[in-house]
């Protein structure tokens, strides 16, 4: 039996998932961790965690192969994005890592603007320069941190540090980096204008190789504290978005996934860039080679509701704790008993900043026209509206390219929520669908081992014995109340955004 592995380290919680290669799934173990939050605007994580967790997690889920994890034959690596780690020439973190929704790079992000605004699109896919990007947090390094930019050997992203705990070796691609700012996705290369303005050079990048590469086979090391053999293939996969993609059966022209994990993602997969003339709609490489996504990011999707489960939530994380159920559920239930609309309570999930369709990073989160009448459940159904709103207002910007929404295959940790997939379907008036594995990263890591490894032809084929649908959830008879709701949603987004 040939098994696969699968690794993706998101934004709060890192997964690894074990396959066989016919399809079924073995196991799937995460570990949360909580991100620093230092001051207004600012979100870092010691880099250290992400392997420790990477270890926890691969080492839980080999304790379900019961005694087959020699058979593992390949291990793919997929992240987040954006996210900056700063390290020695040995691969030893100088600081923490600058989590992609760190906003502190404000002044650099509107320096690099007057300069490159007009070209940046073409060349990185990216319509705006905001701090996101990992080129603005570097060169706010390099201004604000002077001796840990004297230091820094490698700017890395979370995947390719992941990859070098692996391997030893200093590897990324374009489906991760196409983000960093600094990355020509035209040409899939380093841009050198670029690095040069952030005072930085190639030398201090990792070598570029394709999504779905080998790089070789897991070092003695990361294989003896892991527990595998040392024969294992490490792969990368890619961003954490465009590897779900295929973990969604999302390989064709045309095809609509969205994602709602931490932040809220949607996917549509191209066979050439150059779709939106409009230049607004980010456009990623693919790790389907030779494809490309459009890729609206939201920066706060799951994360507002993990958050309002952390401060608002305690009583229903200790029932979870007693056993009395999942403090996630037990929430959704209370939104559950309220009406669709909320009883004009409506939220905008603008928890740190705002990206997709209209960036501002200055934007906010806001529950507006709440009364003595509304209790936590509508809180908490208006915080799942709000998603869905921000959803159809990209999908609406998509639509303007002339691509056509016909169903929203959905995935993430909201997927797994039976309410907030009808309120997507009611809110966007087209089917929802499920998936029989939602965790879409991993699946699509587990393709990626496996054409490396030989176990499938293609990626095709891959998507044939791993990606299954689950249900089919259609609009019901809320869609006209939506209509009324998403109205207002978009009238206060607007006055909103001007008043930040």
Known sequence: ???????????????????????????????EYRLKTPAVDRAELDPEIYWDACVKTVREVLSQAK???????????????????CTDEAGKPLRPAIIWLDNRATDQATRLAE???????????????????PACKILWINENEPEVFLKTRKY????????????????????????????????????????????????????????????????????????LPQNVMIVGGGMDQCVGAIGAGNVLEGNFSETTGAALT?????????VDPNKVIPIYEHSLPGKYLLCPVCPTAGMA????RDTFGENEIDLEENGAGDAYELLTNMAAQTPAGSDGLIMLPHLMGAYSPRPNPSARGSFTGFTLTHTRGHFIRALLEGVAFLLKNNLE????TGLKVTEIRSTGGGAKSVLWNQIKADVNNVPVITLENDDTALIG???????????????????????????????????????????????????LDRFY
Do not use: H
Not at 214 to 221: D, F, G, K, L
Not at 266 to 274: E, G, N
């Open 1 to 31: 039996m040939t098994l696969l592995l699968a690794i993706d380290a998101g934004t709060t919680s890192i997964k690894a998932g074990l396959f066989e290669t016919g399809g079924r799934c073995l196991g799937i173990a995460r570990q």
């Open 397 to 400: 910007v998509i639509e303007k």
């Open 305 to 308: 509701f993990k958050w309002f």
């Open 266 to 274: 949607i996917q549509v997969t191209l066979k050439t860039p150059d």
């Open 445 to 495: 890591d587990a393709i990626l081992a496996g054409v490396a490894s030989g176990s499938y032809s293609t990626i095709e084929a891959g998507c044939d014995a791993l990606v299954a649908i689950k249900t089919r959830v259609n609009p019901s008879d809320n869609v006209e109340i939506y209509k009324q709701v998403y109205e207002k949603y978009i009238r206060l987004d607007d006055t």
């Open 67 to 85: 005694g087959d994890e020699k058979t593992v034959s390949a291990i793919a690596v997929s992240s987040q994005g954006e996210t900056l780690i």
């Open 115 to 133: 300069k490159f605004s007009k070209r940046i699109y073409d060349l990185t896919g990216i319509p705006e320069i905001i701090p996101t990007w």
């Open 156 to 227: 890395l992203l979370v995947q390719d540090f992941l990859l070098y705990r692996l391997t030893g070796v200093f590897a990324t691609n374009g489906s991760v980096s196409c983000t960093s700012m600094y990355f020509d996705y035209i040409k899939d290369d380093w841009w050198d204008e670029m690095l040069g303005e952030i005072g930085i050079d190639r030398s201090q990048l990792p070598q570029i190789i394709q999504a779905g590469e080998t790089i070789s086979t897991i070092s003695a090391s990361a294989a003896k504290t892991l527990g």
